[in-house]
């Protein structure tokens, strides 16, 4: 079993910035596993936002974020982080981490393939 902790969500002007956090215990990750962050807006779908291999230097960003986010992770805390620059009005939802003990980047955008979940973090930009 893991437990994902995120935190470091808050309300930001458009054009700021923020880095959230999430952190695992329990089972211990593999080769294979994959860490990835989601969002929800209000009366929206939860979407893929970024993803990141736990040993491996592989990464996935949804078009929506590439350029603005850097997903990265410190194996030694066990953390993954998401740094979110150039922040916009759109980008205000509950953000989520997830994770997947065995999954591919190729498929790392589908939340099906997760299984275990954060209780998630609001992130609010205003304009």
């Known amino acids: 079993q893991v437990q994902l902790v995120e935190s470091g969500g808050g309300l930001v002007q458009a054009g700021g910035s923020l880095r959230l956090s999430c952190v695992a215990s329990?089972?211990?990750?593999?080769?294979?596993?994959?860490v990835g962050w989601f969002r929800q807006a209000p009366g929206k779908e939860r979407e893929s936002v970024a993803a990141i291999r736990w040993t491996i230097w592989s990464t996935y960003y949804s078009d929506s974020v590439k350029g603005r986010f850097t997903i990265s992770r410190d194996n030694a805390k066990n953390t993954v982080y998401l740094s979110m620059n150039s922040l916009r009005p759109e980008d205000t939802a509950v953000y989520y981490c997830?994770?997947?003990?065995?999954?591919?980047?190729?498929?790392?955008?589908?939340?099906?393939?997760?299984?275990?979940w954060g209780q998630g973090t609001q992130v609010t930009v205003s304009s």
């Open positions: 997830a994770a997947a003990t065995r999954l591919s980047i190729a498929l790392s955008a589908f939340e099906s393939q997760y299984e275990y």
């Open positions: 329990g089972r211990t990750f593999g080769s294979n596993s994959i």
